[in-house]
Protein backbone atom coordinates (compact mmCIF):
# COMPACT_ATOMS: atom_id res chain seq x y z
CA UNK A 1 0.00 0.00 0.00
CA UNK A 2 1.61 3.34 -0.96
CA UNK A 3 0.69 6.54 0.91
CA UNK A 4 -0.09 9.31 -0.84
CA UNK A 5 1.03 12.74 0.62
CA UNK A 6 0.29 16.13 -0.12
CA UNK A 7 2.66 18.97 0.38
CA UNK A 8 2.68 21.18 3.15
CA UNK A 9 2.68 24.82 1.94
CA UNK A 10 3.62 28.18 4.25
CA UNK A 11 2.34 30.97 4.32
CA UNK A 12 5.99 33.60 4.40
CA UNK A 13 4.99 35.46 7.41
CA UNK A 14 3.73 32.68 9.39
CA UNK A 15 7.05 30.81 8.77
CA UNK A 16 8.63 33.81 9.98
CA UNK A 17 6.72 33.57 13.16
CA UNK A 18 6.76 29.68 13.19
CA UNK A 19 10.84 30.12 13.57
CA UNK A 20 10.36 31.67 16.71
CA UNK A 21 9.40 29.33 18.56
CA UNK A 22 11.50 27.11 20.81
CA UNK A 23 12.55 23.55 19.13
CA UNK A 24 10.41 21.20 20.65
CA UNK A 25 7.49 23.43 20.41
CA UNK A 26 8.05 23.55 16.73
CA UNK A 27 8.51 19.81 16.37
CA UNK A 28 5.53 18.95 17.99
CA UNK A 29 3.49 21.54 16.08
CA UNK A 30 5.20 20.41 12.62
CA UNK A 31 3.27 16.85 13.43
CA UNK A 32 -0.16 18.30 13.12
CA UNK A 33 0.50 19.35 9.00
CA UNK A 34 2.16 16.44 8.36
CA UNK A 35 -0.44 13.98 9.39
CA UNK A 36 -3.10 15.92 7.66
CA UNK A 37 -1.25 15.72 4.42
CA UNK A 38 -1.04 11.67 4.84
CA UNK A 39 -4.95 12.02 5.40
CA UNK A 40 -4.55 11.15 9.08
CA UNK A 41 -5.23 13.71 12.54
CA UNK A 42 -2.61 14.82 15.26
CA UNK A 43 -3.79 14.43 18.97
CA UNK A 44 -3.56 18.49 19.61
CA UNK A 45 -5.34 19.75 15.81
CA UNK A 46 -8.56 20.72 15.86
CA UNK A 47 -11.32 22.33 13.53
CA UNK A 48 -11.35 26.06 13.78
CA UNK A 49 -14.80 26.72 14.96
CA UNK A 50 -16.46 30.14 13.17
CA UNK A 51 -14.34 29.69 9.93
CA UNK A 52 -15.52 26.92 7.54
CA UNK A 53 -14.65 23.23 7.24
CA UNK A 54 -11.19 22.49 6.65
CA UNK A 55 -9.41 24.87 9.38
CA UNK A 56 -7.43 23.48 11.88
CA UNK A 57 -6.28 24.88 15.00
CA UNK A 58 -3.07 23.16 16.27
CA UNK A 59 -3.14 24.49 20.11
CA UNK A 60 -0.02 23.54 22.25
CA UNK A 61 1.10 24.26 25.92
CA UNK A 62 5.19 23.91 25.79
CA UNK A 63 6.91 25.45 28.96
CA UNK A 64 4.24 27.61 30.74
CA UNK A 65 3.15 29.19 27.16
CA UNK A 66 0.70 28.62 24.83
CA UNK A 67 1.65 28.13 20.95
CA UNK A 68 -0.70 28.09 18.00
CA UNK A 69 -0.24 27.21 14.14
CA UNK A 70 -3.79 26.62 12.07
CA UNK A 71 -3.76 25.63 8.70
CA UNK A 72 -5.86 25.19 6.08
CA UNK A 73 -7.21 21.11 4.22
CA UNK A 74 -9.24 22.53 1.28
CA UNK A 75 -6.85 25.52 -0.74
CA UNK A 76 -5.73 24.18 -4.24
CA UNK A 77 -3.73 20.34 -3.30
CA UNK A 78 -1.50 22.16 -0.51
CA UNK A 79 -1.86 21.59 3.07
CA UNK A 80 -1.45 25.15 4.15
CA UNK A 81 -0.06 26.48 7.45
CA UNK A 82 -2.10 30.22 7.37
CA UNK A 83 -0.66 31.44 11.08
CA UNK A 84 1.59 31.06 14.07
CA UNK A 85 1.90 33.01 17.16
CA UNK A 86 2.22 32.58 20.44
CA UNK A 87 -0.92 33.16 22.49
CA UNK A 88 -0.65 35.66 25.16
CA UNK A 89 -4.06 36.70 25.52
CA UNK A 90 -5.49 36.43 29.28
CA UNK A 91 -8.86 36.08 27.91
CA UNK A 92 -8.36 31.54 28.36
CA UNK A 93 -8.31 29.76 25.61
CA UNK A 94 -10.09 31.73 22.89
CA UNK A 95 -8.26 33.14 20.19
CA UNK A 96 -7.76 37.00 19.98
CA UNK A 97 -9.79 38.68 17.39
CA UNK A 98 -7.26 40.45 15.76
CA UNK A 99 -5.37 36.82 14.71
CA UNK A 100 -8.92 35.68 13.85
CA UNK A 101 -9.31 38.58 11.31
CA UNK A 102 -5.90 37.63 9.86
CA UNK A 103 -6.61 33.73 9.61
CA UNK A 104 -9.58 35.00 7.57
CA UNK A 105 -7.50 37.47 5.15
CA UNK A 106 -5.38 35.17 4.76
CA UNK A 107 -7.63 32.45 3.74
CA UNK A 108 -9.53 34.67 1.59
CA UNK A 109 -5.94 35.72 0.12
CA UNK A 110 -4.96 32.41 -0.90
CA UNK A 111 -8.86 30.85 -2.11
CA UNK A 112 -8.19 34.06 -4.97
CA UNK A 113 -5.07 32.70 -5.98
CA UNK A 114 -6.05 29.09 -6.63
CA UNK A 115 -9.73 30.04 -8.30
Given at each position: MSL????????????????????????EILEA?????EGRKGEIAK??????????????????????????LQIGTDIWVIHAFQKKSKTGIKTP????????QRIKILKELWK
Open positions: ITRPVSWIKAARKEFEKFPQGAKQPILAAPMRGLGSGVIEIALQFRSNAYRAVYAKQDIDLIK
